[in-house]
Every structure is written in C-alpha cells, then in structure tokens.
C-alpha cells in the first residue's frame, strides 16, 4: 500500500492561494472536499513551496503562517524557510 | 554589508539553546524525579527534534491572529442570531455532548501537558509540551466561550462542569484522561500526544467540524478548526515522542508497545460516542463513522504503521477487532442512549425514512439485518403509546466505563462477556481489549469509580431515578428524554414558524 502524505486546510479565502499552488506544485494530488475543509493526498510525499504561494498571494509568505489555515496532516515533517513538506521518506 | 538573516532552522537552536541546564543546587535526579520509574531508558535527550521549530515569540504571534478571527466569527454569529439558522434543533444536541463530554478532556489535556512539560527533563519536549499545555487552555476556553451562547436557548449546556463529574457516560472520557493523568510522563505523552492525537482526533474533529459547518453552526465549526489548526502541532509532538522513545534504546520497544496496544483500544471505546454523533445526531451527515474510520484510521495509521515498523513497533493489538465494530458501534451505542434516554442530558429520537435509508445505504452488511428491525419496532412501539425505556441499571465494563452492550466480533447477535478475578474479586469487560488492559494493571483498574456501582452503594443522591439525576443536577424533564416533546423541540418550531411568518 502507498503511504499517503496529506494535508488538510480550511477552505477559504485566505487559504486558496496556498491549495492552489500545492495542487500546480504536487503532480498527481488528490483533492477531498469536505464542508469548510479540503484534505489534499499524496502518494509518498507533498510540498509546499514558499515561491509558489507568494507568486499567488502577491505578497511575501512564509511557510510557517500554513498554520493559520491547516486542520490536519499526515508524515513526517520537515520545514524550513521556503517549503514545509511532508513525507515518509528517510 | 548588510547584516544577514538567520534562517528558520539556525533562529530556533539559538533561541532555544540554553534552555535546558544542569542543576547544581540539588541532583538532576531530585529536580526530576517521575521520568524513570516507568522504565524507559534516555541515552541523549539533544536527539530530540521539533520539525515545527516553532519558537515562543512565534507561537504567540500566530495564536493571537487564530483568536483574533475566531472571535470574530462568534461576534458574527451571536449577532444575527445563528442559532436559528441551524439545520435543524435535533442538532444542538451534539453540541451538549461535546460540551459535556469533550472540552472537559481539553483542560485535562492542558493539565497534563503541564505536568509533562515540566517532569520531562529534555528542552525539545518541555518547549513543545508547555505550548500545547496553552493550547489546550485555549480550547477549552474558545469552546465554553462559543457554546454559551447556546446556553441561552437551550436545555442540557448549564451545568457541564459538573455533570462531567457524575454523570455515567461522561465517566467513560473522564475515566480515560484521569488515567492518563495518573500515568508517568512518557505514558502520558504515548496515550494523549500519540494514540489519542496523531491516531484518534482526526476522527472526532474533521468531519465532526465539517458536520457542525454542513449543519448551519457557523461558531462550532470555527472553534473546531480553529482548535484543530493547533492540532497538527500536537499530532507531530505525537509522532516525534514515539520515534524519539524508539530510537534512544532497544528496551523501550516493549514497553511503548503495549502503551500503544492500551491507549488505542481506550480511545476506540471513547470514540464511539463520535460515531454515534456522526450516524445518528447529525441532522445533515457528512460522512458516515465507517467512512471516517477508513479515511483516518485503516488508510492514515496504515502509512503511520508501515513507518513506524522499522523500529519494531507493531499496528495495535486489536485493531482488526476495532475495524470490524466500525460497522456496528455507532448504532449499538444509539441502542443504549435509546433505551436510557431518561438519564441522559441531551435528547434521543428515532431515525425517521430518509435517515434509516441513508443508514442502510452506508452499512450495507449491518444495518438492514441487525438493526433497522429494531429501530422499526421501537418507532412502533413509540406509535402505540409505548415507548421503551430501560430502567434498570445496566452493567458496567470495569475498563472502559461503557454499558456491556457491544457484541462478540463476528457474532453481533450475543453480547460480549469477560471476566478477571483479582484479590478475590471479580471484574467485567466489555471486550478482550478491554480485559487485557485491566490484567495489564489489576491494582489501578480496582479502584475505577463505576457510576453504577456509585448508585447502588448510594453514593449518588439516592435510590431512585429522580434522585440520581437530581444529583447530576440533570432537570428531569427539559435536559432529558426524547426530542419530541422538549422545551427545546417547542422553541424551535416557534422560531421556524416566526420565520415562515416573517417570509410570508
Ligand atoms: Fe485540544
Ligand atoms: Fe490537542
Ligand atoms: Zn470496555
């Protein structure tokens, strides 16, 4: 069985950027809508890059504010100051 | 040149650097005294990693944003009367249940993490315990804040505190966290930041919220995320405990297995109280319990367990057992609240067609042939001016608190016994999971306070019903019973007619 790397996030303004640029960065995504809630999966491993949602947003971002807008994830991660990924690779 | 910036990784080992030192005044031993009865052997506690890095001027600058926004929606909601806007006012019984059942656990939560952050003698996980101890405050707090405003309307909300100290189905979270909380650390941070965060809560925060959002509760569902925004740090503190136990010595194996094997049955019990809100109290459903067990549970912990096999550390003991129940618990729990609806402070109903239709369509190899005869005949029962009630007093799982009214697995036609004898005594289980974990710890599970056995040794206010619920400070007749017929059913038909009124 893969192992699924998965993101959820509200669904709403200020996270939209951010579910737009995983799903153009993460070929192969599977998106979940739920009322008020998007589950994002992905075979082994996902990435959120800080270029990609910044190119969205029109303005400077950091990984770290994906807290504000995130509801539930699965892997291991690692983060550092332009992506914040998930994975269960070591 | 200009002075360069220091990267997210390299910022928080210097503000976290120092943090931790060797006491000089007394031994480390003294300073610290809970973190080795329990047997687990700590070679380097600097091992220790928070992929977060989350430091504390960081953590308070996004957790006042959250509270910013999520106030701001209660205003909203408060001001234009949302209330009247749910779904339907069956609904607001899942608030009463979350209210009485859950949010007590939160701030048990927040004790125990305080408890945890300072016993444990590591600063990765002290920093990474003391803030989900605020955490969990916060929850606590935003969810009494968020449902006072139901309070206003409707029966069963006032007296949660209390309630959650007496009352026999709120025993069966109360009993779980206290023993967490009488746990040593590292089993608290096993059962609490691992099974029950990292395994379980998705389960009863993400489609339950999305419930609360589907149902109109705009103010539920925003303390629900909101909480659960906080959720994914905790669940990661979960993930790094058990993979920091494992890699620091071979001995440990053992022992956080059988933790493992524990808490996840315990929180497989607890959670069937969600099951049956997600199949039966919700009145527009999301997703049925057995779809949420596959998404969170077999699909979620089958990567979490192939990871982890690395190590050593096998998928819980009984989880097969717990997969098979997902096709039965929420309707088996249903059954009991049926039945003793009189001493339940939130209200019961039938399903009416299109629910039962809706239930027999998500369980195909259960509910037609196990239980929609049943509900039938009690809908039946209900016509001729028969309701049923149960009015004896049920026995009690001596583990995990629940009325023995589950089924043996495979066989959801005879109710499941076992039995241990301890000093002379004898002591009942619901289930295997349930009878291990008390031969596991004969001499703490001895002493659970059963509400059951409370009543008839007349610690509960007295012999009869109305005594007991009186004691719970329960209002007969307004908290309890059906929906049919409550103070609460009266009040909303009068809005919904107000409002056809309005329209008209
Ligand atoms: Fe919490
Ligand atoms: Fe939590
Ligand atoms: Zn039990």
Not at chain 1, 40 to 67: F, H, I, K, M, Y
Not at chain 2, 64 to 70: D, S
Not at chain 2, 215 to 233: C, H, I, K, L, Y
Not at chain 2, 327 to 355: L, R
Request: net charge negative; aromatic share 14%.
């Amino acid at each position: 069985m893969a192992q699924i790397a998965s993101l959820t996030l509200y669904h709403n303004d200020e996270a939209r950027p951010i579910i737009d640029a995983i799903i153009a960065d993460n070929p192969g995504i599977r998106v979940m809508n739920i009322p008020g809630a998007v589950k994002l999966d992905c075979d082994g491993s996902l990435t959120v890059n800080r270029s990609s949602v910044e190119a969205r947003l029109g303005r400077s971002w950091e990984p770290q504010e994906l807290q504000l807008v995130l509801i539930s994830m699965a892997g291991n991660l690692d983060e550092d100051d332009d992506h914040f990924t998930l994975s269960w690779r070591h | 040149m200009t002075a360069k910036k220091l990267g997210l990784k390299q910022r928080y080992a210097h503000m976290t650097r120092g943090l931790d030192w060797e006491t000089t005044y007394q031994p480390m031993d003294k300073v610290f005294p809970y973190d080795t009865f329990e047997g687990i052997k700590i070679r380097d506690w600097s091992q220790w990693e928070d992929p977060f890095r989350l430091t504390m001027d960081a953590y308070w600058k996004f957790q006042a944003e959250k509270e910013r926004k999520l106030y701001a929606v209660l205003d909203a909601f408060a001001q234009n009367n949302g209330q009247t806007n749910l779904s339907d006012g069956r609904y607001v019984n899942v608030v009463k249940l979350f209210l009485t059942g859950i949010s007590p656990e939160e701030y048990q939560a927040h004790r125990g993490f305080a408890f945890a952050g300072r016993h444990l003698r590591g600063v990765g996980p002290r920093v990474a315990a003391q803030m989900q101890s605020l955490d969990e405050l916060r929850h606590v707090q935003t969810q009494i804040h968020t449902i006072s405003h139901y309070n206003k309307y409707f029966d069963g909300i006032g007296e949660f505190p209390h309630m959650h100290d007496r009352v026999w189905y709120l025993s069966v979270p109360k009993s779980f966290f206290d023993d967490a909380r009488t746990a040593g650390p590292f089993e608290y941070m096993i059962a609490i930041g691992f099974a029950f965060e990292y395994l379980l809560t998705n389960l009863l925060f993400v489609p339950f919220m999305s419930g609360a959002a589907y149902n109109g509760d705009m103010s539920t569902v925003t303390f629900g995320f909101s909480a659960q925004s906080d959720e994914s740090r905790h669940m990661t503190l979960g993930i790094e405990v058990i993979k920091f136990l494992l890699e620091q010595h071979p001995d440990n194996l053992p022992i956080v297995q059988k933790w493992v094997d524990k808490w996840f049955w315990r929180g497989h019990r607890m959670l069937g109280l969600v099951a049956m809100m997600m199949d039966y109290m919700l009145p527009k459903k999301v997703m049925s319990w057995k779809e949420a067990w596959d998404i969170y549970f077999t699909e979620a912990g089958g990567s979490l367990f192939q990871d982890l096999a690395r190590y050593g550390l096998k998928v819980p003991k009984y989880a097969d057992v717990a997969t098979a129940e997902a096709e039965h618990i929420s309707h088996q729990n249903w059954a009991v609240f049926y039945q003793y609806t009189h001493a339940a402070a939130f209200h019961t109903w039938m399903p009416d067609k299109e629910h039962l239709d809706w239930l027999s369509e998500k369980y195909p190899n259960t509910f037609d042939k196990y239980y929609r005869p049943r509900w039938e005949m009690w809908a039946q029962m209900e016509k001729d001016g028969k309701r049923f009630y149960n009015m004896a007093l049920p026995q009690l799982c001596n583990t995990c608190q629940i009325p023995m009214a589950y089924t043996e697995p495979g066989d959801p036609t005879t109710i499941a016994f076992r039995e241990s004898r301890f000093n002379g005594d004898t002591y009942h289980f619901c289930s295997d999971g349930c009878k291990d974990i008390f031969d596991g710890e004969p001499e703490k599970f001895a002493q659970s306070w059963l509400p059951v056995h409370q009543i008839f040794q007349g610690a509960c206010g007295g012999p009869t019903v109305p005594d007991v619920l009186n004691w719970y400070r329960l209002n007969n007749g307004a908290d309890n019973l059906d929906y049919v017929g409550s103070p609460d059913e009266k009040l909303w038909n009068q809005w919904m007619a107000g409002a056809v009124k309005a329209a008209g």
